[in-house]
């Protein structure tokens, strides 16, 4: 069985001070009571003083999973890299880099019908060997948005099992 899914929610990235939006996709191959998975996510600022700060993270997932009555719960591990890209204040252009993460999350799955699953959950992520990313004010008083050492999300979505 393949199980893609989508889901939308709101992340904190911290060390940003910046609220951010997800919107994220995946595929799993259940095995067992195990779920292998692909999973690719989009995060960009909804709430900032800063300049724009947008990531890709591309990662794998491995989770346990758990039925309780018609739900599953399911609580796993992610490994992940993302691309952050970032605006820097004018007009010095924008700074890109990559980051190495691990993360974790627990995740709610009801279903709909025979294929399709509400899902619901929060994860979080931290970057390898990253702390808090020290900004300094340009000569404008302008500094960029610094870098998230970490982020915690919720989410809810849907699964389709094919």
């Known amino acids: ?8 929610g709101p992340r904190l990235a911290g ?3 910046a609220a951010m939006l997800s919107a994220g996709l995946s595929g799993a191959v259940p095995v067992g009571a195990w779920w292998p998975s692909l ?9 900032s003083h800063r300049p ?3 990531t890709f993270d591309l990662g794998l997932g491995f989770a346990r999973v758990f039925a309780l009555g018609a739900m599953d719960l399911r609580a796993g591990v992610t490994a992940s890299a993302a691309l952050l890209r970032r605006e820097l204040p ?7 880099r990559v980051d190495l993460r691990l993360g974790a ?7 709909l019908d025979t294929h399709l699953h ?10 390898q060997g990253r702390s808090r990313d020290e900004v300094t004010d340009d000569a404008n ?12 999300g919720a989410f809810v979505g849907l699964e389709l099992g094919l």
Do not use: K
Not at 1 to 8: F, I, K, P, S
């Open 39 to 47: 999973q690719l996510r989009y995060d960009t600022v909804v709430m």
């Open 141 to 152: 008083g302008h500094a960029p948005t610094p870098f998230p050492f970490f982020t915690l």
């Open 15 to 17: 060390g940003s001070d």
């Open 105 to 111: 999350q627990g995740v709610a799955a009801i279903p």
């Open 1 to 8: 069985t393949l199980v893609l899914g989508g889901r939308v």
């Open 118 to 127: 509400l899902v619901a959950g929060l994860d979080f992520d931290l970057a």
């Open 52 to 54: 724009h700060l947008d």
């Open 90 to 96: 004018r007009p010095a252009g924008e700074e890109t």
